[in-house]
Nanobody, 115 residues
Framework: QVQLVESGGGLVQAGGSLRLSCDAS????????MGWYRQAPGKQRELVAV???????NYADSVKGRFTISRDGAKNTVYLQMNSLKPEDTAVYYC?????????WGQGTQVTVSS
């Protein structure tokens, strides 16, 4: 069974940076795509960034130029580097992985950006 474990969340001031990590149990190369979603209180879960096998990435307009998604196949880890954080980035961030047959989610990590 696939497990995704996020880490790296925390409290940061506006303008600061955080790097989230998503450690997968087993090779991440089996996934067609891996990404990060977030959910703020009272809001729907939304896509933040996705890395698609084959080398393409997509970002939500609200994070373009500030966030970067990357994979480290040797470590079976996906990262989300978040720079120039804003209070509106406050949310629980979830790691997501999609294989041919199933979609997997991590348990989430809280990111809080203070103004």
């Amino acid at each position: 069974q696939v497990q995704l474990v996020e880490s790296g969340g925390g409290l940061v001031q506006a303008g600061g940076s955080l790097r989230l990590s998503c450690d997968a149990s087993g090779s991440i190369f089996r996934f067609n795509a891996m990404g990060w979603y977030r959910q703020a209180p009272g809001k729907q879960r939304e896509l933040v960034a996705v890395d698609i096998s084959g080398g393409s990435t997509n970002y939500a307009d609200s994070v373009k130029g500030r966030f970067t998604i990357s994979r480290d196949g040797a470590k079976n880890t996906v990262y989300l580097q978040m720079n120039s954080l804003k209070p509106e980035d406050t949310a629980v961030y979830y790691c997501n992985a999609i294989s041919v047959s199933y979609e997997y989610w991590g348990q989430g990590t809280q990111v809080t950006v203070s103004s």
